[in-house]
């Protein structure tokens, strides 16, 4: 029988570091029967003064030929009882082990000012990487806040690693004032971004929840300048936008006052566009005598957007509505050996009301999984084929072994 993958997660919420340690190494280590080639580790920000202690306690207990993660404003895993929770702003520590038979895995650390220019070769960028395209590597990145280059990385990756899926998030820090942490092997960084890039006998596939649902109809723009909108439908667009707010509900105007997005089509020649063909963005501002509108990405001439909004109820039938379409698609969520959660500190008990809203409903259509991640100031993953920084989103990869 050939040698199959294996992954573990174990969640600790003891408030002292050492004795979180020992907990999920003794939890992980013994869900294994065989020798773990990569480890995951999440930190909550409850820990901040003690993270140049996790590495050095981690390698007392175990050797691993490769370890990453970083800090987060709550983690998540899987704890005693086999159930995923999210635990938000108090001490946990996740550890993933994962046992990879026929998997490469390149680790890499690049800051922001080691990046290739937009306008370089790819090779530039697959010289950064040390991965050749050929062999389709599959992208985990964990990157600082500010400063770390992650739009420019993104963009770079899609342009040299056509195909490949990449995801992950920004490590988040407690509040004001308290710093990250980026963890890769023996190391404790601060600023730029830490990767995985995985070839070989692993798939990785998304489901990317961006939290909304559409109002409106989709127009298109027919006039632009850079991320402001002149002209929709050859139309004022404040004045659209006014009448689209007007012809809502008494509830849905109301969230429209404080909870109004626009998604843009990612899809230029798709008739009907559903719930997960657009790319989220932010309404910056509104010229209120000529109308235009700016959005936080860039628009151009014949691109379709629509209006979304935003509540808990709109983000659990987002998250419900692109489950549902992946077990239809892949028929495969029988084969998937574990997952990895995303998820936006604007999400969770604060959004719901309630605490593992997002885990309990992924964790309904693929049960007994090892669930692990982090709560992120932004989330890393692909909508329409190219991969983008999301904001109050939801990015799920779900592992398993390459079916040739």
């Known amino acids: 029988m ?6 573990a997660n174990a969640l600790s919420t003891r408030p002292s570091l050492e004795a979180a340690v020992k907990e999920v190494v003794q939890r992980a280590v013994s869900s294994l029967t065989a020798p773990a080639d990569l480890g995951l580790v999440f930190i909550s920000s409850a820990f901040a003064s ?3 202690r996790l590495l050095p306690l981690l390698a007392e207990q175990l050797a691993l030929p490769v370890i990453v993660g970083c800090s987060g404003g709550g983690v998540i895993g899987t704890t005693t009882k086999g159930q995923t929770e999210e635990i938000e702003a108090e001490a946990a520590l996740s550890l993933t082990l ?14 922001s000012e080691e990046l290739p220019d937009l306008d370089s070769s790819p090779d530039a960028w697959i010289n950064l990487i040390g991965v050749e395209p050929s062999q389709k590597p599959q992208f985990i990145l964990l990157s600082s806040s500010f400063s770390s ?3 420019e ?8 690693y056509p195909g490949s899926v990449i995801l992950g998030g920004q490590a988040s820090a407690g509040g004001m004032g308290s710093r990250i942490a980026l963890f890769c092997n023996d190391r404790l960084y601060r600023e730029g971004t830490v990767g995985l890039a995985l070839t070989g006998n692993i798939v990785l596939e998304t489901i990317v929840a961006q939290g909304c649902r559409p109002i409106g109809k989709p127009m298109q723009v027919t006039k632009a300048e850079r991320n402001i909108i002149l002209e929709l439908d050859e139309q ?10 007007n012809s809502l509900s008494e509830k849905e105007r109301s969230l429209a006052q404080h909870s109004l997005f626009v998604g843009v089509a990612m899809d230029e020649f798709k008739l009907s566009l559903l719930q997960g063909d657009f790319l989220i963005r932010n309404i910056l501002g509104v010229d ?15 691109q379709r957007l629509q209006f979304h909004i935003r509540d808990a109820e709109a983000s659990a039938e987002d998250l419900e509505f692109l489950l549902e379409r992946y077990q239809n698609q892949q028929n495969t969520t029988s084969s998937a050996i574990a997952a990895l959660m995303f998820s936006c500190v604007g999400r969770g008990e604060g959004l719901y009301g309630k605490p593992n809203f997002d885990s309990a409903l992924f964790q309904r259509y693929f049960q007994n999984l090892p669930v692990s991640g982090f709560f992120c100031s932004g989330e890393i993953g692909p909508v329409g084929g190219r991969t983008f920084l999301h904001g109050y989103t939801s990015v799920f990869g779900i592992c398993r072994q390459n079916q040739f």
């Open 153 to 160: 990385l993104l963009q770079g990756l899609d342009f040299a």
């Open 98 to 111: 994962a046992h990879l038979p026929g998997v490469n895995i390149q680790v890499f650390h690049v800051l």
């Open 149 to 151: 280059g992650i739009n």
């Open 50 to 52: 003690e993270y140049s």
């Open 288 to 302: 209120p005598t000529g109308g235009a509108i700016a959005i936080g990405d860039l628009v151009r001439p014949g």
């Open 236 to 245: 004022v667009p404040l004045v659209l936008l006014r009448d689209l707010i």
């Open 2 to 7: 050939a040698d199959q993958m294996q992954w």
